[in-house]
């Protein structure tokens, strides 16, 4: 995560294990999203004899990251919990178009009624992953961080913060409870900039705590009240550049609005310490992928 100006901390590469989401906020995830499809049950997969088995792979149709296992696999573990799925590629590879990406063994009913709802979420959170990677690229080398933010996909909040890691990008906040960023409107319903500063610290002392500016005099008064991480809010390059002069090191700059792939690594290189990318996980697409009965 961000948040803090001494220690910069800089998030190690993905690991498929060590950052594997929990198995019971997965299964709690994916029965919702199962009861969202089944409803009272599915009679079309009834339509198969209840003892009969089948084998499907998992097909690629386009270059991607994948991303999503844990919860494609626990869709098919809670409709069949003897289901066998042996992967080809690990999560967080990059895959080619027309290439075996896994291969499942199970009931056949469990395997027909999973399809779709395990292909949402690995086509979601593949398509994630993939412009995440497209964004950690186009900084590579530079010493800035892109981070997510709140704006994600109703309901896969956790799923998507998780693929953008995958990605090779940052988690902002989770969500409104875990840290103060202070908005325009914010600053007004209070009064001023120093006052607004002065009550979230008296109200919440261990949050952390961020504050948007609009322009460079916003910006020093953030500084004098002691603000240590600064949203600098559509500022354009010339801006940017003389922000991280004034600023100096004392706090750390968050660089955000009309940024893209096209412009990002032109404004890493103004200095800021984070870029937010609201696209991360607004304007995704999904990957193409096909999961076949052999």
């Given amino acids: ?27 709690v995830q994916v029965r919702a999203a199962l009861e969202e499809d089944l409803g009272p049950g599915d009679p ?37 919990p003897q289901v066998e799925i042996r992967w080809a590629v690990t999560e967080g590879a990059s895959i080619e178009s027309n290439q075996r990406l896994c291969r499942i063994e199970g009931q056949a009913r469990a395997l027909l009624t999973g399809e779709r709802t395990a292909l949402n979420y690995l086509q979601t959170l593949s398509g994630t992953a993939t412009l995440a990677r497209c964004y950690a690229e186009a900084v590579a080398g530079l010493p800035v961080r892109v981070l997510d933010t709140r704006k994600t996909l109703p309901g896969l909040r956790l799923q998507q913060k998780y693929a953008v890691r995958c990605g090779g990008c940052h988690n902002h906040r989770l969500g409104l409870f875990d840290a103060i960023l202070i908005k325009e409107n914010h600053i007004r319903a209070a009064g001023s900039i120093p006052e607004v500063l002065a009550a979230a610290r008296a109200a919440h002392p261990a949050l952390p705590i961020e504050i ?16 240590s991480l600064i949203l600098l809010d559509n500022f354009s390059l010339d801006m940017l550049r003389q922000a991280v002069a004034l600023t100096a090191g004392r706090a750390l700059l968050e660089a955000s609005g009309g940024i893209g792939l096209d412009n990002i690594r032109t404004v890493a290189e103004t200095g800021v310490d984070c870029i937010s990318i609201g696209a991360l996980t607004k304007d995704v697409r999904a990957i193409d992928l096909s999961l076949r009965l052999l």
């Fill in 212 to 227: 948007e500016v609009e322009d460079l005099d916003e910006l020093a008064l953030a500084l004098e009240a002691g603000a």
């Fill in 44 to 80: 079309s997969a009834a339509l198969i004899p209840a003892e009969r088995r089948a084998c499907a792979e998992l097909i690629s149709r386009e270059r991607a990251v994948l991303c999503g296992a844990p919860w494609f696999e626990a869709v098919f573990k809670m409709l069949d």
């Fill in 1 to 27: 995560m961000l948040y803090s100006v001494e220690s910069r901390p800089v998030q190690l590469p993905f690991d498929p294990v060590r950052d594997r989401p929990p198995q019971e906020k997965v299964f």
